[in-house]
């Protein structure tokens, strides 16, 4: 299993950033399965940004990104989106996706956003 991450990159305070994961190895069909993004920041610990589970489609956010990021999928792609408006210089961080089925936990390697004026 493979998770690539991309789409992060230099944004402005306000702007928006569309990261996506594509998963290859792994299908977004069958067994149930929990998508997450997370965040790391320079010196911080490794924050959980956004989660989905495949069943019920209710995400969870962090009280910090809420009403300005939104994680999706598009599982005919087997893609994880993570959409972020009004983003703000504290967003600033590698952002990580991850994939969970059962026992097994898969991590993409990171995609950095910056967002800087």
């Known amino acids: 299993v493979q998770l690539v991450e991309s789409g992060g990159g230099l944004v402005q305070p306000g702007g928006s950033l569309r990261l996506s994961c594509v998963a290859s190895g792994f299908t977004f069909s069958g067994y149930a399965y929990v998508m997450r993004w997370y965040r790391q920041a320079p010196g911080k610990e490794r924050e959980l940004v956004a989660a989905?589970?495949?069943?019920?489609?209710?995400?969870n956010y962090t009280d910090s990104v809420k009403g300005r990021f939104t994680i999706s999928r598009d599982t005919a792609k087997n893609t994880v989106y993570l959409q972020m408006n009004s983003l703000k210089p504290e967003d600033t961080a590698v952002y990580y996706c991850n994939v969970q089925r059962r026992f097994a936990a898969y991590w993409g390697q990171g995609t950095q956003v910056t967002v800087s004026s």
């Open positions: 989905m589970h495949s069943n019920d489609g209710n995400p």
